[in-house]
């Protein structure tokens, strides 16, 4: 083949591939990866093919080149990981372990090339754009806020597939390697720098020339020191390390994750046995877990979730919004400031009634930002300049510049009315009023209103900077436009939206109080505090129910109830338990007692709660039929809550339930579990139930 023929030939492959490579003066060759129509780069089975091919004519040209850099044409992202559909389309083990091993050979590739090869990496690089990198021989990352680096495969009940398993203990060391796989944590490029995932972390508009620098250098011979591998360098200290790495991951995650065994017997096989048959390893266990049930509902969340970030909310498109105002200093109304500053980049007005309400909005925006700087996220600079973006008024003072006010006073429908109208009154004509309750009617809210049209529930989670789920609630005559607008606005505050209809509750609370209800009566019958929280932690959720309560506060339980069962029937009438509590100051975490006490970090039990509610705690249920007890009246309610069209789908009600209130990702949400069970199984345990508790338990 003439040098022109394969000129010619590179440049049609650069029309359709998303790999092509170019070689400058300096013999260096730069490797792009750019896929077509796409805005981020991720891995294709389809694309193994281009690789090999662009691998073989860099291999024929290898006398004459000096280095390799590895580069994106985005401008925002290096490799965002691999195209899940990969995954799915596999139909079988076999398939998912050849897809596995196909990554690994074609990195191994690059890592054999017999020149030094650079990641030049600027924006995420997660997955197997992280694997990709660790075949060069050299990384090199821009410091931007944009660069991201992790193997969150874990996340989707996976393990890194491609090699990761193997090269990055052997790059940083086992015990910094174990905490980046099992929690699929990303790393901000100076904590990358520090622990050796790059070799140079530089200003973006350096990075190529920096990476080009590397391609020069001899080819990486990095030895670990012995302060590196510590105990891991003999199997005796291995063994140590994997035991208690094994027991603090299966702490949180008590069995449910098969992924986490799967990685440590992975990378402790390839530590044992050598790279080739950790490798070998790494592909069989990839493949296994491609098959369990675990991985499937967590990559059907994932799909979900990216179906959603499409959605507008409504057909309109959203207006504008540059000032957001907050009515009330609390918490709730503090973090909801917060993230719309820090996030969604506003300006932002909070109203309170006193300057104590103003002070501690302040205090919590703050605090936020400080332990940011304090982790060198951001500069004392920025921290000051986020700080003044933020304006305390104690009266409706320059609220005609705010395009939407979020209320988040008192869970009172006569104060939310009089702010309605106050913000109507006083603030620009078009203003959106967005309503923060947890459980009142929007409909009721609006009533009077003068423009009821641009009033609308905004229901955030606390602590509102953590929680990812918002519940956008439209009433009656609520407009397409203020739907998409607070839709917009609520994604870029970093959440996730999902549209409900207006109804007591809305669907998140409405699906928690059955279950909340269920093991306060659990607690009457003389199930241990303790028993009831460790029932539900081992079928899946983060917090167990009793705790959860503590957590929201007893007082907040309280009064909610009573609205669910005023709108909704006797099934949501609460056991004699949350009253007593209050009248005894016991409102939870907030007050440092509740049904546990809190003393600093540290929580037990409150053995006096028994004697109050004349409680002799024995168990005598099994952990799983507590957990069914309070599972499946939730089950129940969110089955009703799509019949009557409070959630638009069964992904929304997966989605809300799992971000909302932490219902166990691994099963998917309550419709996937729901499906996963089947008609009749989940028909004859519902019949089951009420055959021995009552009719709550009947769908």
Known sequence: MTLETKNNTLEAVKNTSAFAWTKDDAQIAWLTI???????????????????????????????????????????????????????????????????????????????????????????????????????DYRVCSDDNKTKLGLPEVQLGLLPGSGGTQRLPRLIGLLPSLDIILTGKQLRPKKALKLGVVDASVPHTILSRIAADFALKNKAKRKLSAKEWGLSRNPLGRNVIFSQAEKQAQKKARGNYPAIAAILDSIEHGLDKGMKKGLLREAEQFARLAMTPESAALRSLFFA?????????????????????????????????HVSITKAKKKVTIKDISNDGLLNAYQYHYQRLDKLRKRRIISKAQLQQQMLQLTGVTEFKGFKKLDVVIEAVFEDLNLKQEMVKAVQDQGKED???????????????????????????????????????????PHATTSDETISTVVALAKQQGKTPIVVKDCAGFYVNRILAPYMNEAARLLLAGESIEVIDEALLDFGFPVGPISLLDEVGVDIGAKIMPILEAELGDRFRSPDVFQTLIDDKRLGKKTKRGFYVYKGKKKEPDQEVYTLLNIKPQSQLSKNEIAMRCVLPMLAEAKRCLDEGIIASERDGDIGAIFGIGFPPFLGGPFTYMNTLGEEKLATLMRNYADKYGDRFIE
């Open 305 to 337: 979730m990216t179906e959603m970030k499409k959605e507008k909310g409504s057909d309109a498109e959203p207006k504008s919004i540059d000032y957001v105002g907050v009515l009330g200093g609390g918490l709730m109304g503090g973090g909801i400031a």
């Open 431 to 473: 203003v959106i009023f967005a309503t923060n309750t947890s459980s009142l009617p929007i409909g009721q809210i609006a009533e009077g209103a003068q423009k009821p049209e641009n009033i609308v529930g905004l229901h955030y989670f606390s602590p509102v900077e953590k929680m990812p789920l918002v519940e956008v609630i």
């Open 34 to 136: 750019d896929v077509p129509n796409e805005k981020m780069n991720t891995l294709q089975a389809a694309f193994a093919e281009q690789v090999t091919q662009v691998l073989d004519e860099i291999e024929e040209q290898q006398a004459h080149i000096k280095g390799l850099v590895i580069q994106s044409g985005k401008p925002d992202n290096f490799i965002a990981g691999a195209d899940i559909n990969m995954i799915a389309n596999c139909q079988n083990a076999s398939e998912a372990q050849a897809l596995a091993e196909k990554g690994q050979q074609l990195f191994q590739r690059i890592e054999n090339l017999p020149f030094s090869t650079v990641a030049a990496i600027h924006g995420p690089c997660l997955g197997g754009g992280l694997e990709l990198a660790l075949a060069c």
